[in-house]
């Protein structure tokens, strides 16, 4: 199947996706279906990982026409937006997760998973290299080897603690739901430990400061949802302690919650003063040891601050047996795998990936943005009238939303300037567009427009479209004509993956929410509280779920958090 650029790019052949898989060897080819032509021979898929890319492409991938295969270290699916609400006892691990073979058995079809973790891709050989973590097998190390026809790498990313000294050993993190078990029983550990008798205020105090590094939305729920805990449920046990707990936030930048509309930042940090939430913004941890969390400021040098609990939320980073395939396939000096907007690895045959651990190569976006224009104004000698230009500018914010993004974001003035030049009749009325003036413009957004966010939303977008295509591939394959390519000569069988953002929430505590939503439209408070209650309830999931999530809120609402430390 060929993925080069310039030719149409075929998506027959075996999709694995990378979850798990069972005892080993070579998996054999599934037999040809009923309702497939004699002598049909179904592709096989590996789908790596269960995460929101993984399970959404398993989801809506037609389970007739392909052999998957499915490896995750983690036989469920886990609902990660609830994971702050499970480090406090607000919702239940259990209601979270969703066991993968109950999804795959609902979706009927040939589905086969194995609990393993993917440690090596061999793309030469089209083979990837797996470990069972249970870790036995014939020979005693738990590995096999799995062939594919397609690959779909959908394993997320690994928290990233910057190589600080100490962060591994002394901080928890956020990411997966033994994470957020971990962190409700240290929080407990800390209460427990500052009751007992023989401690002076010094040490009490000690233990009841809670720290957590990074003020984007899992840092900044997390620190809300800790101190919803204190306030409304562990005060009334610990009434003669709760004066003594501290809860500091600690961010590198000027400001917390960087991503979201000023207005939402603004808010956050005036709400978290007013909760008693001490936000230390311009501050970054270079240290973390056992006892003392050393921070550093241009104005205040160096300083170590005692601790109980740390909790480092500070961004995402690369696992490392995907940095390997990246150096393989000449990607090394990459932060993530690069693929093109058909999600397709670049440089790397039936090879996907999506979610997190993928992004889409900016510079190919800006590429496509320039070859737009030049053939805009191939016959204009420079001089498109104003709503050509907007009309292009359409063309382009629906093939990239993040462009648009970033042109709302004001901070495009090169290119905006060049486009606001026309006025009065925009039908009529010409604007000089230099060229080589919109191509510097360019390369000014080329360094600055932002990757799409590693978030969920992105990854089951991009799960669901791939799906779409695999789908659509035997059709394809009968006819050829998709729609319009961008670039060269001919047409393309797919449309290019495009995201439509569908705004952000940030929990703020106390029953309020910043919500974020499409057109730039904010709305903070109570109301959006009850707007994120609909909109993670209708998100899950399952029935089950939705179920058990919706109980436990009603459940904290009656009787409150449980504060037992299991
Ligand atoms: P994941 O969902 O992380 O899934 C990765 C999968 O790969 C897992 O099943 C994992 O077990 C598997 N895997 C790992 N290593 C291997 C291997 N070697 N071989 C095979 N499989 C492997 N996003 C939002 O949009 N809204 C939110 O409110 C939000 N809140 C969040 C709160 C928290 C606490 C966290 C941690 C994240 C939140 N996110 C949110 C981000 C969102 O969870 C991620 O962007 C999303 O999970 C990415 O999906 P993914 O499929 O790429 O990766």
């Not at 800006?366 to 030049?374: G, H, K, L, V, W």
């Not at 059709?475 to 953002?501: D, K, L, S």
Request: charged share 25%.
């Amino acid at each position: 199947a060929s993925r080069a650029f310039n030719n149409r790019p075929t998506f027959t052949g075996l999709v694995v996706v990378l979850a798990a898989s069972s005892g080993g060897g070579l998996v054999a080819y599934a037999d040809s279906q009923p309702d497939q032509p004699q002598g049909f021979k179904k592709k096989k898929v590996v789908v790596l990982g269960t995460g929101w890319a993984g399970t959404t492409f398993l989801r809506n991938l037609d389970s007739k026409l392909y052999d998957v295969q499915v490896i995750s270290p983690r036989n469920y699916f886990a609902f990660t937006p609830l994971l702050p609400s499970v480090t406090c006892g607000t919702v239940e691990p259990r209601s979270v997760v969703e066991p993968i073979r109950r999804i795959l058995e609902k979706k009927g079809g040939d589905f086969k998973f194995w609990e393993a973790e993917c440690f090596k891709i061999d793309p030469a050989n089209k083979k990837i290299h797996c470990r069972s973590n249970m870790g036995t097998n014939l020979d005693g190390n738990g590995e096999f080897l799995v062939d594919y026809d397609y690959l779909v790498v959908a394993v997320g990313a690994r928290s990233n603690t910057f190589n600080t000294p100490g962060v591994t050993e002394n901080c928890h993190f956020l990411k997966e739901v033994e994470d957020a078990q971990k962190i409700r029983r240290s929080v407990m550990d800390c209460f427990e430990k500052a009751s007992l008798p023989y401690l002076n205020e010094e040490e009490r105090k000690k233990n009841l400061h809670f720290v957590v590094v990074g003020g984007g939305p899992t840092g900044v729920e997390f620190a809300a949802e800790l101190h919803d805990f204190v306030t409304e449920d562990l005060s009334k046990l610990y009434p003669s302690i709760q004066h003594l707990v501290k809860i500091s936030l600690i961010e590198a930048a000027d400001h917390i919650l960087t991503m979201f509309d000023k207005r939402i930042t603004n808010f956050a940090e005036d709400k978290f003063g007013r909760d008693g939430i001490d936000v230390k913004t311009g501050y970054k941890v270079v240290k973390v040891s056992k006892d003392a969390i050393t921070m550093q400021n241009p104005a205040t040098g160096d300083i170590a601050v005692p601790y109980g609990m740390a909790v480092w939320s500070t961004g995402i980073g690369t696992r490392p047996f995907v940095v390997d395939f990246m150096k393989q396939i000449g990607q090394a000096n990459r932060r993530v795998l690069a693929t093109d907007e058909w999600l397709r690895v670049r440089e790397c045959d039936d090879v996907y990936a999506v979610g997190d651990c993928a992004t889409i190569n900016q510079r190919r976006v800006m590429e496509d943005i320039s070859e737009i224009f030049r053939v805009a104004d191939k016959d204009k000698s420079g001089t498109l009238t104003v709503k050509e230009i907007q009309d292009i500018l359409e063309d382009i914010y629906v093939r990239y939303p993040q462009v648009k993004l970033y042109m709302k974001s004001k901070q495009l003035n090169g290119i905006a300037d060049l486009i606001r030049t026309g006025k009065g009749d925009t039908e009529k009325e010409s604007v000089e567009l230099n060229i080589e003036e919109f191509k510097k413009a360019l390369s000014l957004v080329d360094s600055q427009v932002k990757n799409l966010p590693a978030t969920a939303q992105v990854a089951a977008q991009q799960g669901q479209y791939l799906a779409t295509c695999f789908n659509k591939m035997q059709t394809a394959e009968q006819n050829p004509e998709g729609p319009i390519r961008i670039r060269g000569e001919g047409r393309h069988r797919f449309n290019p993956f495009r995201y439509r953002h569908l705004g952000q929430f940030a929990p703020l505590g106390g029953e309020q929410t910043a919500a974020q939503l499409p057109g730039d439209w904010v709305s903070i408070g109570h109301s959006s509280q009850w707007l994120w209650y609909s909109v993670y309830a209708t998100k899950q999931i399952s029935w089950r779920t939705r179920a058990l999530v919706i109980s436990d809120w009603g459940r904290r609402f009656i009787f409150g958090r449980d504060s037992s430390g299991i």
